[in-house]
């Protein structure tokens, strides 16, 4: 009573003091049909190599990717999104083996839209697990070739869609890309291809492990080609995204992606804002990898560190969120 007068009539702690108020003023939620779950494909038979650099993720060959898939989707998980490990004796200077409409990841969309028709599929669209220097794009010049490189990805998105890939998904970052695929899938009447642009995706050292995952570390410090940033974006920017973005929604991509991920979320929240589209963000390998080995150092909580994680995105403004954890997340949403 003595500090009566003195004391806050407002107290933030009320509204966190138990369980159910805490859940009553929640503001965003993470659900299972938020989740998007990244895969790697392998050659082979009953392949399941798990990936050296990303503990719990594994490059799985066609006849067993159905299977591998099977608890994604009955947990209800809306889609996949497919990386191919190509044979190094099938990667060429120009990444020919992309534009096979028989190749890794075409066999897998079409074992996997037979298995499991209600999960879409996500087909990356760029060149570097095809390309032995493992550039996006062809190489002219000592340059990644803009217009050459649009028309191979063109080639693939057609193969693909045809394959039974809901979305396409070019990560290659070339300019005009995104209006070139929509108008060969329109003249080829897929009109209900979508296409999930990578449209501000940055040059970034956070990629390394997926550069394991597929094959494409290169150069004497194994982390890849140095000069992707001649097409990916300087980390520096935001006004640039920006600028992506609205070029690849005028050029008619369905939903946009940001990339990586928790480094980044300033760059998801100005795109959702300013377009309220459907925005996407990728929880790269390198930000899984960092999370794993804490975690197994016993540094971090596993399912604290992951679920935090992928709130955050939420919290940002993204739709959905392609994440190395989709069914380890699935699982504790379910289980409440
Ligand atoms: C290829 C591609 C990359 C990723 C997705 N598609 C690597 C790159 O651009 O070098 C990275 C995904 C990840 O790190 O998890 N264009």
């Not at 990244?38 to 066609?62: A, C, D």
């Not at 020919?96 to 079409?110: K, Q, Y």
């Not at 550069?211 to 006004?239: C, E, V």
């Not at 739709?319 to 409440?336: E, M, Q, R, S, W």
Request: aromatic content about 8%.
């Amino acid at each position: 009573m003595h500090y009566a007068g003195s004391f806050p009539t407002t107290r933030m702690r009320r509204n966190r003091q138990d369980a159910w108020t805490r859940a009553l003023v929640a503001e965003n939620a993470l659900h299972v049909s938020d989740l998007i779950w990244p895969i790697f494909l392998t050659e082979g038979k009953g392949q399941r190599v798990e990936v050296p650099s990303m503990p719990g993720v594994f490059r799985v060959s066609t006849d067993v990717v159905a299977e591998h898939v099977a608890e994604a989707a009955s947990l209800g998980i809306p889609a996949v999104a497919l990386f191919p490990y190509t044979p190094m004796e099938s990667r060429d200077e120009d990444g020919t083996e992309a534009l096979d409409p028989d190749n890794l990841t075409c066999r897998a969309a079409r074992a996997l839209k037979a298995a499991h028709p209600g999960v879409g599929i996500i087909g990356d669209i760029a060149l570097d697990t095809y390309t032995l220097h493992a550039h996006d794009g062809v190489v002219r010049n000592g340059e990644v070739h803009n217009e050459e490189t649009v028309e191979a990805l063109v080639t693939m998105s057609l193969n693909y869609a045809k394959a039974g890939v809901d979305v396409v998904a070019p990560s290659d970052m070339m300019d005009g890309r995104i209006g070139t695929i929509r108008r060969a899938l329109d003249a080829e009447g897929l009109i209900h291809t979508r296409i999930m642009s990578y449209a501000a995706k940055y040059a970034s050292g956070f990629y390394a492990p997926f550069r394991d995952a597929i094959g494409s570390l290169t150069g004497p410090d194994r982390t890849g080609p140095k000069d992707k940033k001649t097409y990916q974006m300087d980390p520096a920017n935001t006004d640039e995204a920006l600028r992506e973005v609205a070029l690849d929604l005028a050029e008619g991509a369905d939903m946009v992606m940001v990339k990586p991920g928790l480094p980044y979320l300033d760059v998801v929240h100005r795109v959702r804002r300013e377009f309220g589209a459907p925005t996407f963000v990728y929880q790269v390998s390198g930000e899984y990898s960092m999370l794993m080995a804490a975690i197994e150092r016993g540094w971090l909580d596993h399912d604290r560190a992951m679920m935090e994680s992928l709130m955050c995105f939420k919290r940002a403004g993204a739709n959905g969120i392609l994440t190395y954890f989709a069914v380890k997340a699935a699982k504790i949403i379910k289980a409440g």
